[in-house]
């Protein structure tokens, strides 16, 4: 889908796999689409560590978390949030 988008892919398959090619391609990519759920290294521990490595990457995170609020966040934007996670669910 990237590459269909114009975009060269580098893929990798753990959080320990991801610092290897950005160690070595540092200098040739602009940013990375990070899972949290990795083997090895999770999502966080990754981020921590390119960030380390580049203060400016900019890591776009992707989860299959049932939702994802930005902060800061206005109460109404909280409650459509949990609308939208809780009533699908009956709660």
Do not use: C, W
Not at 3 to 21: C, H, P, Y
Not at 45 to 60: G, H, M
């Amino acid at each position: 889908m990237l590459e269909a988008m114009g975009f060269i892919v580098r893929l990798t398959k753990s959080g320990s796999e991801t610092l290897d090619v950005f160690l070595d391609y540092r200098h040739e990519i602009v940013g990375v689409l990070l899972d949290f759920t990795m083997p090895q290294l999770d999502g966080a521990a990754t981020f921590t560590e390119l960030r380390r490595i580049n203060p400016d990457i900019r890591v776009l995170l992707m989860s299959g978390l049932a939702g994802f609020i930005q902060k800061p966040f206005k109460p109404e934007t909280l409650q459509t949030k949990l609308q939208a996670i809780f009533e699908t669910k009956g709660i």
